[in-house]
């Protein structure tokens, strides 16, 4: 599970839509089982804060406030934050209740695919290069599109890269942008389930869930490192074609009863 979430976190395939699969095949269900899932994600946001440390250590730097940096930076990531923090936490009972179960995912993943692939088609000529670059019209336009994560299987980096570059931000430059957004949003998820569910948990789980951690940051390490370079010289249609074809496997293995 350490391996899946850190291999999908950061790529346009949806982490939470595959970790909902994956424990489903291994019969890794239930409350505590979610939590996991949660948790690991924090070994996945340590390996983006450790990638981009001189940009994390910028953003603290106050003397500094234009760009992706300081006050101005703090704000930007907080403007693309609100809208899902905001509509996670009045919807999160309904969302776990109704739509995480392999169906739902498949349509995030499919429907998702199809949106990749038409916006690779029609891309709008990028106007915005670099973080620096960025500004809070941007930054909004990222959140509201955030938003759609909520969907299992729809991919919070692919909602915030495909926003991005649907508002003429070049596509190296959405993709990092998601990877910071990732880390307040996932982090406020990871803490927020801990503290309702943490009476679940005993001594015997920490050995565990540790492991995961651990997996998810190395694993998360090498797939930022991989989507990078991949974005220097491809577009995300790969990504697309991938999703649908997952997604379609999934609607006919569910369909015949075999999942």
Not at 103 to 119: D, M
Not at 122 to 128: D, G, V, W
Request: proline share 3%.
């Amino acid at each position: 599970m350490g391996l899946v979430e850190g291999a999908t976190e950061f790529i346009p395939v949806s982490s939470t839509g595959h970790l909902i699969l994956a424990g489903h095949l291994l019969g890794f269900e239930g409350e505590k089982a979610a939590s996991f899932e949660i948790f690991i994600q924090l070994g996945a946001m340590l390996a983006v804060v450790l990638f981009y440390r001189q940009r994390f250590l910028g953003l603290l730097n106050f003397k500094q406030n234009e760009g992706f940096a300081g006050r101005n930076g703090l704000i930007l990531l907080a403007i693309t934050s609100l809208p899902a923090l905001l509509l996670g936490f009045v919807g999160q009972k309904f969302i776990k209740e109704n739509l995480f179960n392999p169906t739902t995912v498949a349509i995030g993943l499919g429907v998702g695919g199809i949106v990749i692939l038409i916006v690779e088609r029609f891309l709008p000529k990028p106007q915005t290069f670099g973080l620096d670059k960025l500004t809070w019209r941007d930054a909004l336009v990222v959140g509201l599109f955030q938003c759609l994560a909520l969907w299992p299987g729809t991919s919070r980096s692919a909602a915030t890269i495909v926003g991005g570059m649907l508002f003429k931000i070049e596509r190296k430059t959405a993709a990092e942008f998601s990877f910071f957004a990732a880390v307040p949003i996932l982090t406020a998820a990871t803490v927020y389930d801990l503290i309702k569910s943490y009476k679940l948990f005993s001594a015997s789980d920490i050995p565990i869930f540790l492991l995961g951690f651990l997996v998810a940051f190395i694993s998360s390490w090498f797939a930022i490192k991989f989507f990078i370079s991949l974005l220097g010289k491809f577009t995300l249609v790969p990504f697309g074609w991938y999703r649908i074809v997952v997604a379609g496997i999934i609607l006919a293995l569910v369909a015949t009863g075999n999942f």
